[in-house]
Every structure is written in structure tokens, then in C-alpha cells.
């Protein structure tokens, strides 16, 4: 405890939610600055098995995001807000990629900072004095876990908070002051026996513990700026950026419906759903255009990687020349390997011809290990049912395996 203290007037709490609400946040509740020893344990446990190894997180991290000293010395309470932004998705396409609600307005970092600033100068007006410090996402501060001990919400299975009437599509934002403000108290709400979300993952990322090995999930996959795992590439589908399918899957975030802030809506209807050929070419003025929305961040290489991937997975003859002109052409290796394996998928003669031809041109060690890797028969997906016939084949115990 940093001091025991008369408890401060309730009054105060009520005119800075009421000026959150004012601001745009649609939800909002307060909890102690206090540090969090639990979730500091927690996420050295998480850290210590690796489950976040794609990120720099380490035991300095885990003590830095439990204490929100880190982010305001002498904090004493955290206004924790929750925006929702899942607006409509578009409807499927053949040869277009799905991106996550999230990512494809302009970048939420930015439209929340907004709010989040607003938020503080009327504490700070409320207090007559600079008494804030607003975080959201970048800074180290276990956000979920301190929206859960203020009420806002409970973690559910999938590891993100679930707002009651808004679901887990939410972004959360958090206003710590030097404040005494009076705190909420955390939900008694639970998941339940409810288990859908651990169903729809098609990675099988989560644990069920409201842990995640993150290296496993799609939506660390399509930010990762290395080569994603091989065996991971077919699981990831069309995603090319984030990916919502436990949120949706989730019943008190379908129950709330795509009712996100209209700030949230897609900057264009080709950033909610790219083509996939266009995205493999993704330089210049296009990708300047895309570095404004939440998926621009990691830069262009990235997308035209994803997009390599998401093309393997599509399985069409007819992307088989933009593939092997991203084989060719694209000047970095990264995605001239993807493409190599996108082609190996695909299997077909114009494809595999290509890759033979890259093989006697291309002199990067990693690109070359990815063309030998799709010349084996079983990189094609139709050599590979080929050679073992049940393998794709859905089984249940009431339908025995048509093979
Ligand atoms: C790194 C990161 C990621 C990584 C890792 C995600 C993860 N689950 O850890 C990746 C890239 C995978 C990711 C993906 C997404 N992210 Co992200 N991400 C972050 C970030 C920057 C840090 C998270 C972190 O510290 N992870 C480390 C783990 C160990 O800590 P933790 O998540 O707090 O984990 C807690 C639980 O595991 C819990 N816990 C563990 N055991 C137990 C046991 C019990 C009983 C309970 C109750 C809890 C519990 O305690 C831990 C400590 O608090 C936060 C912003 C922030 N600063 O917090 C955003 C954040 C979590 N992400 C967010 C979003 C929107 C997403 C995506 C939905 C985006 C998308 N559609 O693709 C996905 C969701 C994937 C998923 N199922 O989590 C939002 C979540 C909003 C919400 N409603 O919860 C955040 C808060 C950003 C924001 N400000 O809005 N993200
Ligand atoms: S975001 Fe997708 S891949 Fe990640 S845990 Fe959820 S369902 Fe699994
Ligand atoms: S899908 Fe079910 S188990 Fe998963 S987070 Fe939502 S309510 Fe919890």
C-alpha cells in the first residue's frame, strides 16, 4: 500500500465518469493505482514459457506494466475506459483478404489518444492542475488487468476483457492520475463452462486459462516481421492483418452486434478486404495510403508477405503469375520466400516450373531453403491429398470418414 488515507469523496468519481462519457468513451470505471503483484506473477509465467516470444517482454517488463507508477509517478487511481470499434465486415470474397476490425481505420492509436486527451484535460480542469497521464496499448501497463480490477469488465478465455452490453470488440484506454479517486469494484462475472472461443481458433492459441501462447496466434503471425512458421502458413486462411474470429465467436460480443464508434468505420473499402494480387504489389503511394490505418505500422514488406501467404491458401492457378513475379522481382526476401511457398502450395506445372527456375537464379541462402522446401511433393496441397486421402476429410463418429 502507498498510504492509508480518509476515503476520497465519491462525488469527484461521478463528474470525471460523467466527463469520460461526455468525451466519447462508453464505458468507463476507476480503480486503485495500486501495484498488481498477481498479474506481475502472471506474466512472468506467461513470459518465462515463451508465449510471448515474438515481443521484447521480459521480467522488467512484467514488474513495469503491474505498477502504474511507471506511467505517472505517485499515481494514485486509473480511469479505465473501453471504445468499441467493430463496425460491419464486408461480405466475403474470392481473391480478397480479411483484415481485422480493428486495423482497418485510421490508426485507432491515434482516434483514441484523442479521446483519451480530452478525458485528461477535464481532470485536469476538475483538479486545477496537471494530475494525468493517458496509455493506450503502447505504453507498459497490463491495461486488461487493471480494466478488470476497476469493474469495466472480466478476462475471458480468449484473454481479451469482455464489457457487459459491448463485448470484447473494444478498445480499452486508461487516464491514471495523481487523483485520489474513489475505486469500483471488479465484476463478479465469469465465463462460465462457455468454451467457443477456445473452439474457433484455428491455431489452437488459447489455452483456456485466459492464457494464449501468442506465438501461435494470427494476429501475432501477421505482425511478426521474420518468416512465419511453415506449418502455421495454412492455418492463417485469408487473414492479412489481426484476426477477430474469437471476438465474433464470442456470445456477449455477438450479442452487442458490429456496433462500434463510427471513428472506427474502414478508411476504404479495398483496406477492409485487399485484393490479394493488388497487396502483393503493395510500394509507393498505395502503401503510404495503408500506413495510416492500424495495419501500416510494420510497413509494406509485411502485408505483401501476409498476402503471400493468404495466396498459398487460396490455392487459384490464375495467382500463380503474380506469384512468380513476387518471386522474381520483390526485393526482399522475405517475401520472394513466401511466394516460393505459396507457389509449392498451389503445385500446379507453371507453378512448379517457376520454382525450378528460381532455384538456378536466386542466391539468398533463406529464399532458396523455402524453394527447395516447396519443390517436395508434399508442399502441394494436391499432392498431399493425393498421398494420404483422409487427411482433410471431416470426421465425426456418425459420418465415418468417406475414405
Ligand atoms: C502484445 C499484445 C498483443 C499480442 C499478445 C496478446 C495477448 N493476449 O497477450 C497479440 C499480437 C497476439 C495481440 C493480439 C490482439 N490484440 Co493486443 N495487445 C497487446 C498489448 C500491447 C500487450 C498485452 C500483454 O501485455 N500481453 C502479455 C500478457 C501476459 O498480459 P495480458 O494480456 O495482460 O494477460 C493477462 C491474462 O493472461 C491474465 N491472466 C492470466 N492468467 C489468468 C487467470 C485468470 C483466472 C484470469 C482472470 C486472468 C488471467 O492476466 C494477464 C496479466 O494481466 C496490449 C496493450 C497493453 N499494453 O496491455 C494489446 C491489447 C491487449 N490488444 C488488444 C486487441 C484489440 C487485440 C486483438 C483483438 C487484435 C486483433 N483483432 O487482431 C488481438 C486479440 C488476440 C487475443 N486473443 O489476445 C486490446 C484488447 C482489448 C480488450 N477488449 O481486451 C489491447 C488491450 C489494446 C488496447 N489498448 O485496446 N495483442
Ligand atoms: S485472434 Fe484468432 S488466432 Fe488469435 S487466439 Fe483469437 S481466434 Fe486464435
Ligand atoms: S467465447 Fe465463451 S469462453 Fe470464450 S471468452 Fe467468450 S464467453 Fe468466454
Known amino acids: 500500500m502507498r498510504g492509508v488515507e480518509a476515503s476520497p469523496p465519491s462525488d469527484l468519481a461521478a463528474a470525471v465518469k460523467a466527463a469520460a462519457r461526455e468525451c466519447g468513451a462508453a464505458a468507463v470505471r476507476i480503480a486503485s493505482a495500486e501495484p498488481d503483484a498477481a498479474t506481475a506473477a ?4 506467461a513470459f518465462g514459457r515463451g508465449d510471448h516470444a515474438t515481443w521484447s517482454y521480459d521480467a522488467g517488463y512484467a514488474a513495469a506494466a503491474s505498477d502504474p507508477a511507471t506511467v505517472l509517478p505517485g499515481a494514485r487511481a486509473i480511469v479505465c475506459v473501453a471504445v468499441p470499434y467493430a463496425t460491419p465486415a464486408p461480405p ?3 481473391g480478397h483478404g480479411r483484415v481485422s476490425a480493428y486495423a482497418w481505420s485510421n490508426d485507432y492509436h491515434k482516434t483514441m489518444r484523442a479521446t483519451l486527451d480530452a478525458i485528461a484535460a477535464r481532470i485536469d480542469a476538475l483538479a486545477g492542475a496537471r494530475v494525468t497521464k493517458v496509455a493506450c496499448d503502447t505504453a507498459p501497463l497490463a491495461e486488461r488487468a487493471f480494466a478488470e480490477r476497476a469493474g469495466l469488465g472480466w478476462i475471458g478465455k480468449h484473454t481479451s476483457l469482455i ?6 470488440t473494444v478498445f480499452l484506454g486508461e487516464i491514471v492520475t495523481t487523483l485520489p479517486l474513489r475505486p ?4 463478479r462475472t465469469s465465463c462460465g463452462s462457455c468454451a467457443i472461443c477456445l473452439e474457433v481458433c484455428p491455431t489452437r492459441a488459447l489455452r483456456g486459462d485466459h492464457t494464449i501462447d501468442a506465438t501461435r496466434c494470427i494476429s501475432d503471425l501477421t505482425q511478426r516481421r521474420d518468416p512465419i512458421p511453415r506449418a502455421l502458413r495454412p492455418l492463417l486462411g485469408n487473414w492479412v492483418w489481426g484476426c477477430d474470429l474469437c471476438n465474433d465467436a464470442c456470445p456477449p460480443t455477438r450479442l452487442a452486434g458490429p456496433g462500434g464508434d463510427a471513428r472506427f468505420r474502414p478508411r476504404s ?5 485487399p485484393g490479394l494480387q493488388a497487396l502483393l504489389r503493395l510500394k509507393g503511394g498505395a502503401a503510404r495510403q495503408v500506413r495510416r490505418s492500424g495495419m501500416g505500422w510494420r510497413g509494406p514488406v509485411v502485408l505483401r508477405r501476409n498476402a503471400a501467404v493468404a495466396l498459398g491458401n487460396e490455392l487459384d492457378r490464375a495467382d500463380v503469375p503474380a506469384l512468380a513475379e513476387a518471386l522474381d522481382a520483390d526485393p526482399s526476401p522475405l517475401v520472394r520466400g513466401h511466394a516460393a511457398w505459396a507457389l509449392g502450395r498451389i ?5 512448379r516450373a517457376t520454382l525450378r527456375a528460381a532455384l538456378a537464379a536466386e542466391a539468398d541462402p533463406g529464399v532458396r531453403e523455402e524453394v527447395i522446401a516447396a519443390l517436395e511433393p508434399s508442399a502441394s496441397l494436391r499432392a498431399f491429398q493425393t498421398e494420404t486421402p483422409c487427411a482433410t476429410a471431416v470426421r465425426s463418429p456418425s459420418s465415418p470418414s468417406p475414405c
Open 42 to 45: 502472471r506474466m512472468r509465467v
Open 92 to 94: 466475403p470474397r474470392r
Open 163 to 168: 464489457v457487459k452490453g459491448l463485448g470484447s
Open 184 to 187: 469500483d469494484a471488479p465484476l
Open 269 to 273: 473499402a479495398e483496406l477492409a478486404a
Open 347 to 351: 503445385g500446379s506445372p507453371r507453378a
